[in-house]
């Protein structure tokens, strides 16, 4: 072929079929390429040609060249594009498609409603104090006044690892801590935690719950000051129209001894199902330290006295909540617990 102008158009129609890249790059190789491109082919002759027979052939050869390369810039860019819009379509992130949503947990109901305890409590000063779920039988029962074989064991009957060693029954062996850890009074503590009973699972007690102690060891406290301290509790939680009880009972380790009522939040103490007709609900035990509690803590009863009083905390979200079976709160099932 030894037309500049045919072998151009050849070239460009090759070039405008091509799909690819390296089928671009195979032309240019089959047109330009230096020793054996059909355009370099072109001037194979031209030393046997008139000077201008030469001139002319080779300005027709540089167009040809220039033609060519211009075909092929062109059709190079018109193939990326066409890849890049490709990789567009297929692998494209849609920056507008809504995220996963995270699952978000939440406080279990009863690390709230302790959390709710503690912080109405020191709002009055008291400080939260934490004591060993594993006790001795001395701290769980001896200490507080409860010898063995004392007919009130039955209340707390426990789980033993073997001799004098147990999960406590109740928060209150964490007065006698305090008082020996803190040694000099005033004392102003509360106490939450997990204790332990040998109870079977029931709506209304569990062999594992959780309790609140509260102890406070001063210069001639009153069960007036108890049980202002209870009801600024009660009232802080459930409402101002709540009104707080006492009525004597026994523990052995305060004397006097209270259990504590709150009024019925449904009736307002008239008395509904709710209530059982009663119009109080139960909610825990109070009283003043017994004087033999306060010197096993190391404090001399004849300086300082004391109140304490202890409660469920499973009970007080079941009275908060209107539950009325407190399994629910260990089931781990989440249409209950998202209630809260
Ligand atoms: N520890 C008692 C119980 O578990 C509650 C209580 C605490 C009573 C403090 C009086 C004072 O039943």
């Known amino acids: 072929m030894n037309d500049p102008s045919a072998l151009t158009a050849d070239a460009v ?24 491109g059909h355009v370099s082919k072109l001037l194979e ?47 494209a992130i849609d920056v507008t498609f809504p995220g996963r949503p995270l699952e978000r947990g939440q406080i279990h109901v009863l690390t709230q409603v302790r959390r709710q305890i503690e912080t109405v409590l020191e709002s009055l000063g008291y400080q939260v104090e934490l004591g060993p779920e594993v006790e001795t039988e001395w701290f769980n029962f001896e200490a507080l006044n409860i010898a063995a074989g004392h007919p009130a064991r039955e209340m707390w009957d426990s789980f033993y690892f073997g001799p004098g060693l147990l999960l406590r029954a109740h ?23 997990r204790c332990y009973r040998r109870d079977a699972p029931e709506a209304t007690r569990l062999p594992y719950f959780s309790q609140v102690e509260g102890l406070a060891v001063d210069k001639g406290l009153t069960v007036g000051d108890m049980k202002g301290t209870l009801l600024f509790m009660i009232q802080s939680l459930y409402g101002r129209e709540r009104k707080v009880r006492v009525r004597p009972s026994f523990f052995p380790f305060t004397e006097p001894s209270f259990e504590f009522d709150v009024s019925c939040g449904i009736c307002g103490g008239m008395g509904c199902k709710s209530c059982r007709h009663k119009g109080w ?49 260990y089931e781990s099932d989440l249409r209950f617990l998202e209630q809260f």
């Open 13 to 36: 129609e090759a070039i405008g079929k091509s799909q690819t890249s390296a089928e671009l790059e195979r032309i240019e190789v089959e047109y330009l390429g230096r020793k054996s």
């Open 281 to 329: 609900l139960e909610v825990g035990g109070c009283g003043m330290v017994h004087p033999q509690v306060l010197r096993n803590g190391g404090i001399d009863p004849s300086q300082w006295n004391g109140y304490a009083w202890g409660f469920g905390i499973e009970r007080m979200a079941m009275l908060k909540h209107d539950v009325d079976d407190m399994r629910l709160f």
């Open 45 to 91: 002759g031209i030393g046997r040609l008139s000077a201008d027979e030469r001139a002319v052939l080779g300005k027709a050869v540089n167009e040809a060249k220039r033609m060519i390369e211009g075909a092929l810039a062109a059709r190079r860019s018109q193939l990326e594009a066409t890849r890049l819009a490709d990789l567009a379509e297929t692998e």
């Open 171 to 193: 928060t209150s062996p964490v007065q006698i801590h305090a008082m020996q850890r803190i040694k000099e009074p005033p004392i102003y503590i509360i106490t939450p935690g």
